[in-house]
């Protein structure tokens, strides 16, 4: 269908055009296989759209828009009907619609056309900045976003969204922009969107997160928001599993936030982001992963194992080395080199505990560890790798199903 849905029409959590749209206790209304999946199995007791804690988990069918919903895809998919999408605006009116975005009521409405302008047209972009166009969207979403936690209805959150969807449209890569970004006016907004915000909403404000580390250089755009609570939204996100791209940017912020933390001597290091439960939401992540996902989710697991409370929380997790064991030669490279580390880390950094050096040999990870020495691996890879075996190699050997081979092996390393 050519037509763009109208946003009233979408499922705040799938952002699809609903089919069997249904009302739960808040007055937000969902596709019903979204809100099932969001309630029944990941066992949420929230409104994904408010975070207001459900009175009840009835799902009432909203007949009334299904039927305005099925009218419409009729008109829009009829040939002679008139298109109901936003005609990009004009850019000559790009000035006078930013003077006036602040005192309409029909913000989102104004919103949507500068998005649908600036997404086709570069020179409107700058025409944007060059108009005060960040200056004036920070003002909106920080307003939005006081009516929104005042009590407010959905649409001053809404309008929110929509906002950072225009200030994602931007390169964001000069410096008089991101410093303009980097204000807490627009920082809490972007937080506030990767915590409650509706699946497209959050992509958008993690594209922007991600724009606005990449250009700020050695400024820390951590510092004016609360960061704790983004990081428990962000394992929220990933624990999830809604969406791949959403996994990708929150592994993406989550990389940046604690580098940013370690290299600023902040007290956040792997510490804070253990105590909030990293360590499993990331092993739990890797068994289906793709390629990406698994090198991020591995270097962050590479981090907070350099911590003791980060070592503990994976030996304690019962399918840890297994699974960091099993990306070893079979994922990529990178990923052999990261999980090397990982397994290096936990097992002869500080004194390991015998259930990490038992799954070590149940999970396969001591053959590997083997194999790496013969296989073309960097030098650091295989002295790791080396230093492991020499170590732990008397251990190992104890093992009755241990091969024989790979005992005597051992033996000569040793």
């Known amino acids: 269908m050519a037509t763009e849905s109208p946003q009233l029409f979408l499922c705040p959590i799938s952002m699809e055009l609903m ?8 007055g937000v209304t969902y596709e019903r296989r979204s809100i099932e999946r969001w309630l029944f199995k990941y066992g949420k007791t929230t409104c994904p759209a408010t975070m207001q804690r459900l009175a009840s988990f009835d799902l009432t069918p909203n007949h009334t828009l299904k039927r305005v919903i099925s009218t419409w895809r009729d008109r829009a998919s009829s040939p002679s009907s008139p298109t109901d999408a936003l005609a990009p605006m004009a850019r000559e009116r790009l000035p006078s619609v ?16 500068l998005r649908s302008c600036m997404t086709v047209d570069e020179a409107a972009q700058d025409d ?21 936690c005042a009590g407010g209805d959905f649409s001053a959150f809404r309008t929110c969204e929509e906002a950072a969807a225009v200030l994602d449209t931007l390169p964001l890569s000069e410096n008089p922009s991101v410093d303009l970004v980097l204000k807490p006016e627009c920082m809490r907004p972007m937080v506030a969107l990767v915590q409650r915000g509706s699946a497209d909403a959050r992509l958008h404000a993690m594209s922007v997160l991600d724009k606005v580390s990449k250009a700020s250089g050695g400024r820390n755009w951590t510092a004016v ?17 809604a969406s791949s791209k959403l996994s990708s940017r929150a592994l993406d912020v989550l990389l940046d936030v604690t580098a940013r933390s370690r290299s600023n001597g902040r007290v956040r290091r792997g510490k804070d982001v253990v105590e909030v439960g990293a360590v499993r939401v990331l092993v739990e992540l890797l068994p289906d992963a793709d390629r990406h996902v698994t090198e991020r989710t591995l270097l962050l697991l590479k981090r907070l194992c350099k911590c003791p409370e980060g070592r503990l929380a994976f030996a304690e997790h019962g399918l840890a080395v297994a699974a960091v064991s099993r990306t070893v030669l079979r994922v990529s490279g990178l990923a052999t080199r990261l999980a090397v580390n990982v397994l290096w880390l936990v097992s002869c950094a500080a004194r390991p505990s015998e259930k990490v050096l038992d799954d070590l040999v149940t999970s396969g990870a001591v053959a590997k560890l083997l194999a790496l020495l013969q296989v073309e691996s960097s030098a650091s890879t295989k002295e790791k790798a080396g230093r492991m075996l020499r170590v732990h190699g008397a251990f190992w050997r104890q093992y009755s199903c241990f091969p024989a081979d790979l005992k005597d092996y051992l033996k000569f390393l040793n």
């Not at 928001?225 to 599993?241: A, C, F, Q, T």
């Open 225 to 241: 928001v609360d960061i704790d609570e983004m990081v428990k939204s962000l394992l929220d996100l990933l624990s999830d599993g």
């Open 98 to 113: 930013l003077a006036g975005i602040e005192a309409t009521p029909f913000k989102v409405t104004a919103l949507k056309s």
């Open 128 to 148: 944007f900045v060059a108009c005060d166009g960040i200056q004036v969207l920070g003002r909106v979403m920080a307003q939005a976003l006081a009516e929104s």
């Open 19 to 26: 089919e069997d749209p249904v009302t739960v206790s808040t």
